[in-house]
Nanobody, 119 residues
Framework: QVHVVESGGGLVQAGGSLRLSCAASGSFSSINSMGWHRQAPGKQRELVAG???????NYADSVKGRFTISRDNAKNTIYLQMNSLKTEDTAVYYC?????????????WGQGTQVTVSS
């Protein structure tokens, strides 16, 4: 079993900042890539930012220059520092982790954390 737990969401005014955390735990050999996705009401879930175990990162164009993803491999934890938040960043943010169990990598998702940016 792999458990993925997000924290750090909340309500913030436009222009403000929030930091999300996501920790993976359970019975796995290793964690490969981890990432943040978000889903706004009436929209499809989209990738916000991803990071590999080696530290390579990728971002959605809409958040480049504002969001920063980082990782602590020892803790199987990733963070998303969100600055200059906009109302359109309002969404439920989900964390996903690719965990290796025996010889198979599978994706595991957290329950999500709400981020609301007010104008």
């Amino acid at each position: 079993q792999v458990h993925v737990v997000e924290s750090g969401g909340g309500l913030v005014q436009a222009g403000g900042s929030l930091r999300l955390s996501c920790a993976a735990s359970g019975s796995f050999s290793s964690i490969n890539s981890m990432g943040w996705h978000r889903q706004a009401p009436g929209k499809q879930r989209e990738l916000v930012a991803g990071i590999t175990s080696g530290g390579s990162t990728n971002y959605a164009d809409s958040v480049k220059g504002r969001f920063t993803i980082s990782r602590d491999n020892a803790k199987n934890t990733i963070y998303l520092q969100m600055n200059s938040l906009k109302t359109e960043d309002t969404a439920v943010y989900y964390c996903a982790a690719a965990a290796r169990i025996r010889d198979t990598f599978s994706s595991y998702w957290g329950q999500g954390t709400q981020v609301t940016v007010s104008s």
